[in-house]
Nanobody, 119 residues
């Protein structure tokens, strides 16, 4: 099990940028695939992006592809989500999550960080 803490959320105008961070506890971070999800008010949680344990493989959902970039620093036990050209529809609570591989759903979740994009 790994404990995850997100940070970096906030209020930003449309067209702006934010970088989210998620720091994990433990010494096995480099063995986990990492994920970002988001949940907007009144909607189900939706997958945003994921990255393989060594960082070589990255995948994105259609709504964010080309605007968001996922990355990780295994030496710092941290995964990032760089969000550019933000839109009001990106407003959501953003969660990071960890799984044993990129093909298994995550079991460990953070508490989330709020991102609000004003028009």
């Amino acid at each position: 099990q790994v404990q995850l803490v997100e940070s970096g959320g906030g209020l930003v105008q449309a067209g702006g940028s934010l970088r989210l961070s998620c720091t994990a506890s433990g010494r096995t971070f480099s063995t986990y695939a990492m994920w970002w999800f988001r949940q907007a008010p009144g909607k189900e949680r939706a997958w945003v992006a994921s990255i393989t344990p060594n960082g070589a493989g990255k995948t994105y959902s259609v709504p964010v592809k080309g605007r968001f970039t996922i990355s990780r620093d295994n030496a710092k036990n941290t995964v990032y989500l760089q969000m550019n050209t933000l839109k009001p529809e990106d407003t959501a609570l953003y969660f990071c999550a960890a799984s044993q591989s990129a093909t298994t759903m995550p079991k460990d979740w953070g508490q989330g960080t709020q991102v609000t994009v004003s028009s």
